[in-house]
């Protein structure tokens, strides 16, 4: 199932398998959490979701010898240059980065919408999670709420107790 993380790492991994070998790349992701994570290197990486797309990104790095830097750049910044932030952009960050970042996720809409599953199909899917979700709560409100019994030792059967025992 791809999810925004999931989408986010995907991007990495595939400019990493179209490069070159021997190549020198700055990729940009508006996408914290992502550059936090490969920042810290594939140790981390393995320790969080998508670890197994996070690995071939760094395999893949290692095998073809490329060199790459990731930053993070806030997202919106052409929609509403002019809004204040809660983390102010990069001072090198400039009008064609926010242009880029503009177009990178115009046409992640655009690609989204091509693989985006019909209501038909995920209806029936998400009323069942609902669901499970109730039979779920329903039977942990049970068991927290079912008085304290005395534990009663079983005995074994002899065959369990005497392994030379056969039927």
Known sequence: MQTVPRAEVSACHAL???????????????????VDAFNKGLEYCNTIL???LYNEIFETIVDKNIKIEVYWIPSHMFDDPLKERKVPPPVWFTDTHALGNHHADRLAGVS???????????????????????????????????PNRKFI?????????NP????
């Open 153 to 161: 030792e079983l005995r074994k059967h002899p065959s369990q107790s």
């Open 16 to 34: 990493v398998i179209h490069l070159d070998f021997n190549t020198e790349v700055t990729f940009y992701s508006d996408n914290k959490l992502f």
């Open 164 to 167: 030379l025992y056969r039927n």
């Open 112 to 146: 989204a919408s091509y693989y985006a599953l019909h209501h038909h199909v995920t209806k029936p899917i998400i009323n069942n999670v609902h669901l499970v979700r109730s039979i779920q709560l329903r039977i942990s409100t049970v068991i927290c709420n079912l």
């Open 50 to 52: 998508n670890a197994d």
